[in-house]
């Protein structure tokens, strides 16, 4: 079966094996953040709408879940901001419904939680990956670039009263940009925040891939541990690239209908290294070379260079 809202499964540190779940169209976003390794966002909203027919979700989930694959996570994830799918209650319920023994994440930008009837709907997974990067207006501004009306403390607010009403385990990420959001009075009122919503666990996280915009620098080990210091964050939580931890000539479960749809998933995504790539899919370094010559006779492929390498991006 070719799958469209089903990509990986793919591995990190936060997640471990974790199938991703893509319910909105590329670069769909209620944000346009300077870092986003996807690029600029093409379509800013804030309206909530089933972008794609709930039921072919449905049925590749249970194509994919057909043969019981070992998953750490299934998480609803990808190029744009899931909880714009109107969708997302309905697949999260029929998950644990149907397939009780798979924990649930969502990765979210947090931009709607302020809505009850968004928090309602995620009530089911097992933990949610919210960002707040500044609590101040023109900081949120400059890094996410958010859709009218949207406030630096209408996140603050709908992350607490998420946290008062859900269950489940809340992981905070804070995106740190040396310079914009690492001030003493930045960091003072994150820590304020971190009080008031009281997350099981706060990531910090910095530029790895290429971001939407060329000014964005990744904050060294010593920044993210001198902010952790100041934050009293215990430990620090960094995201990596996709399938980072897995060794080359590994492989994941999967039921791709073959290699090239597999790779293409992975890098219309997000931009991969060949050894991102390879540690994901456990194919060599030339087999994934002839498989992006042969997507690229279709496609167009972006390749940049940055310090872990030749990243490959195929935007759609």
Aim: hydrophobic share 35%; glycine share 8%; aromatic share 8%.
């Amino acid at each position: 079966m070719q799958y469209s809202a089903l990509f990986g499964p793919v591995h990190s540190r936060r997640l471990g094996r974790s199938l991703g779940v893509d319910l909105v169209p590329f670069k769909t976003c209620s944000y346009n953040c300077v870092y986003c390794e996807c690029g600029r966002t093409t379509v800013e909203t804030t309206r909530r709408q089933e972008f794609f027919p709930t039921r072919e979700v449905l049925d590749e989930l249970r194509d994919y879940l057909s043969c019981s694959p070992e998953l750490d996570y299934i998480t609803f994830s990808g190029s744009g901001e899931p909880t714009l799918s109107s969708s997302i209650g309905e697949v999260i319920r029929f998950l644990k419904d149907n397939y009780p023994s798979y924990r649930l994440a969502v990765l979210t930008n947090g931009s709607l939680l302020v809505r009850p009837e968004v928090r309602e709907e995620l009530l089911p997974a097992d933990v949610i990956l919210p960002t707040l990067s500044s609590v101040f207006d023109e900081t949120h501004r400059k890094i996410h670039r958010p859709a009218p009306g949207i406030t630096a403390m209408d996140i603050v607010e709908g992350l607490e009263c998420l946290r008062n009403e859900y269950p489940g385990e809340i992981w905070l990420e804070i995106f740190i940009i040396p310079g914009i959001n690492t001030s003493a009075e930045e960091l003072d009122g994150l820590r304020a925040a971190i009080d008031r919503i009281r997350p099981d666990r706060v990531h910090l996280n910095t530029l790895d891939r290429p971001g939407a915009e060329e000014w964005v620098r990744p904050a060294s080990i010593a920044e993210l541990e001198e902010i952790r210091r100041v934050l009293g964050i215990s430990g620090i939580g960094a995201v990596e690239p996709v399938g980072y931890e897995l060794s080359a000539g590994s492989t994941m479960p999967g039921q791709w209908s073959d290699d090239v749809a597999r790779v293409r998933e992975l890098i219309r995504r997000r931009p991969c290294t060949l050894e991102d790539i390879s540690a994901s899919t456990g194919l060599s370094r030339s087999e994934i070379l002839k498989i992006l010559r042969e997507i690229q006779s279709g496609h167009r492929i972006e390749e940049k260079r940055e310090e872990r390498g030749i990243f490959y991006f195929c935007p759609e």
